[in-house]
């Protein structure tokens, strides 16, 4: 068994350690006996539809993202239809808002996405930051889904449906208590960073969405995760507002 | 008048009482004389011949030292936030506590603007922008914006600026007075690097950048392929570099003439620290001869590479925040030697920067070299170190999450080792000097002098 893993402009989306999920999800595989390869997709490589089983796009500083969204925003034809074959997609922070319909900058400017996710972003004047925990439902799991959010997007659902819903933390806006969003094996999310370190459960997750289109069902073999669970719950409980935020 | 009278007299009060209480004290009175005079820091200045202001990602509190140092050495008395209190709390509390003619200020990058709006500076000192405590500072772009702004709060001021970095290069557009820094090729400078890259955009065109070698991070010579931004001459520029067990010699070449320099202090890092600092001593006026001497005696600061011995154990100190200074230190300090024991002290209280997430973006890789060496991992983030290193690599036997300071020394000490390195972020710096001291480990640098409070 091997997956194909594609990452997408490593070199400029890659702001808060983003590319710690990518050796998250090539160590869990390989645990497994999954060959994995990985390979860097930049501006102006072609992205051949079935191809990959699993693409990675993180976020990045302004400069670096503008670079990039260009390049993505003429990928899109490409990347939506990897994603309507059922390929796996993890979008992150610049990534996820890239991979929406539009952003609207605070000077009232209209920056084009891709549209893979029926969801809009419009620049808010504060920062929402600090950690965050969401429900998914979806992993069969008791333990939450938590992270680090940092952004100033406001991003809003459109039709997509959300990956999860806010236990702590500030989601898509702040407002309506969604994070991240969902199209067929595609997930966006504003949770940063070395997402998948402390929710081995999403990572597996994951794992069989990108498994699935070339083997059907798979079953991953059970690995230790005491110590990343031990982590997720001491975070989460740390971080939990009936016990002090901070 | 009133008021800052008032003012100064409540902080020299409060900073006695510190001193009573035997409490650090190196913000605290600051931030109270601050809160009666919001303008203290200008009034408290007035009078200085010279004001010089040190700021920049890594390398702050050494360069400000060693140039305070430098500038005592020539007999100048000197007034400086010694310790590492860079906010304007920091500031004011070293202003208040003596008076000088010259002012050697350490100032965070962040609040940078609120001095300079104060202090008219005679000269700025720029060391690094790296990557840093991102739920602070953003992005580094927007950090050199800011930046850039608070410098034309003092127009007239020269800046010294680092020319390897081309974040920092691009402060000195448009500036009257500007005189770079910067180090030669080196045997062990790369053309290729395996570290996360910033400042890597043309800051006048926005393309990506192309290097001829990096030192290390961002930081080499680099020029824009598309128009003609490229690393400018450094007037005072590092070249001939050997590093050696005992320290690191090199050549510091000027518009004057060549400084032969040697440092007891390890690591790449250190010498652009010297760089900045005797750069600055030099466009001051100050003679050759002194330089040379101060920088073959200057230690640097607690908990930067300090070295404690407890019983037949050596034991190094150091601050670690972002992932360039972690990956430098971890190259300094573990490379090249066998049977070590670490112990990595990670926070994320405000000090540390909340977000953790930086971990994942150094290179561990001399943590990886040796197999089998012990690695505690603690502070309120032990977890999170821990699992960056087993998917890095690193053996779950060979791995130890012990998050209570106390209890992780115990354990560090408890290893057969002659050697044991602590990296710690901010807020553990403190305990875990503290800590060792208790335990009647001796620092090499400095018999117990008070501590840097966080500010």
Redesign the interface.
Same mark, same amino acid.
């Given at each position: 068994m091997k997956l194909h893993l594609g990452h997408l402009y490593p /070199?400029f989306l890659? !702001?808060? $350690?983003d @590319? &710690?999920n990518v !050796? +998250?999800l090539c @160590?869990r595989a390989q645990w497994r006996g999954i060959q994995v390869e990985v390979t860097p997709i930049s501006l102006g490589d072609k992205l051949v539809p079935g191809a990959y089983d699993l693409l990675f796009l993180g976020g990045g500083? *302004?400069?670096?993202q $503008? +670079?990039a969204s260009a390049d993505l925003v003429a990928k899109g034809p490409w990347l939506k239809e990897a994603v309507e074959e059922g390929t796996a997609l993890l979008a992150i922070c610049g990534g996820y808002q890239l991979l929406g319909e539009y952003y609207r900058t605070a000077s009232g400017e209209t920056l084009p996405g891709v549209g893979l996710f029926a969801v809009y972003t419009e620049a808010g004047n504060k @920062?929402l %930051? $600090?950690?965050i925990a969401i429900q998914m439902p979806e992993l069969g799991s008791e333990h939450p889904v938590i992270g680090?959010e940092?952004h100033s997007g406001r991003t809003f659902l459109k039709g997509s449906r959300p990956l999860g819903q806010v236990i702590y933390g500030d989601g898509n806006n702040g407002a309506d208590g969604t994070e991240g969003a969902r199209y067929r094996n595609a997930i966006g999310t504003y949770l940063? &960073?070395?997402l998948l370190? %402390?929710n081995p459960h999403l990572a597996d997750y994951l794992l069989r969405l990108a498994l699935r289109r070339r083997y059907g069902e798979v079953e991953l073999s059970p690995l *230790?995760d005491t !110590? /990343?669970m =031990?982590?997720n719950t =001491?975070?989460y409980k @740390?971080f939990l507002p009936t016990r002090g935020k901070w | 008048m009133l008021r800052r009278i008032l003012a100064i007299l409540a902080g020299r009060l409060v900073a006695f009482l510190c001193r009573c209480l035997k409490k650090g004290g190196t913000s605290l009175p600051g931030f109270l004389a601050l809160k009666l005079d919001p303008d203290l820091i200008e009034g408290l200045i007035a009078g200085y011949r010279k004001v010089i202001i040190v700021t920049g990602t890594n390398g702050k509190t050494t360069t400000t030292n060693l140039l305070a140092s430098i500038l005592r050495a020539s007999g100048l008395r000197v007034v400086s936030n010694s310790e590492g209190a860079n906010m304007p709390a920091g500031v004011a509390t070293a202003l208040l506590g003596q008076r000088g003619e010259v002012a050697v200020l350490e100032v965070d990058e962040g609040s940078l603007a609120l001095v300079t709006g104060q202090v008219q500076a005679d000269v700025v000192v720029v060391t690094n922008l790296l990557r840093d405590q991102l739920d602070r500072y953003h992005e580094l772009e927007q950090l050199a914006e800011a930046i850039k702004i608070a410098l034309a709060h003092t127009p007239d001021a020269a800046l010294v600026l680092n020319a390897d970095d081309s974040l920092v290069t691009s402060l000195g557009d448009g500036r009257s007075t500007v005189r770079y820094f910067g180090l030669a090729r080196t045997p062990w400078s790369q053309e290729t690097t395996r570290e996360v890259l910033e400042g890597h955009i043309c800051p006048h065109c926005h393309q990506p950048l192309g290097f001829k070698f990096y030192h290390y991070s961002h930081l080499g010579d680099y020029f824009c392929p598309r128009c003609s931004y490229r690393r400018p001459r450094a007037e005072y520029e590092g070249r001939g570099l050997q590093l050696k067990p005992g320290g690191t010699d090199f050549n510091l070449v000027h518009p004057g003439g060549a400084l032969f320099l040697h440092t007891p202090m390890p690591g790449i890092y250190n010498v652009y620290n010297i760089l900045a600092a005797a750069g600055t001593a030099l466009y001051l006026g100050v003679e050759p001869a002194t330089i040379v001497r101060v920088v073959a005696s200057f230690l640097p600061g607690q908990g930067r590479a300090e070295a404690f011995n407890l019983r037949d154990r050596r034991i190094t100190l150091m601050l670690v925040k972002n992932p360039t200074g972690m990956g430098v230190a971890l190259r300094t300090l573990a490379t090249g030697r066998q049977k070590m024991a670490f112990l990595l002290a990670i926070n994320d209280l405000a000090a540390d920067g909340r977000d953790v997430s930086w971990l994942w973006d150094a290179d561990l890789t001399p943590l990886l070299a040796i197999p089998g060496n012990p690695i505690i991992c603690a502070g309120l983030r032990a977890g999170d170190m821990a699992i960056c290193l087993k998917y890095q690599g690193i053996k779950e036997a060979d791995l130890e999450v012990i998050p209570d300071p106390a209890a992780s020394i115990e354990c560090l000490l408890a290893k057969p080792v002659k050697e044991a390195l602590i990296l710690c972020t901010y807020t553990n710096l403190a305990v875990y000097r503290r800590l060792l001291q208790h335990r009647g480990a001796r620092s090499e640098v400095t018999p117990g002098t008070s501590l840097p409070g966080v500010s």
């Open positions: /070199e890659n !702001l808060y $350690g @590319r &710690g !050796l +998250i @160590r500083p *302004d400069q670096e $503008g +670079i @920062r %930051k $600090g950690n680090f940092n940063h &960073g070395p370190s %402390k *230790d !110590l /990343e =031990a982590t =001491a975070v @740390r | -």
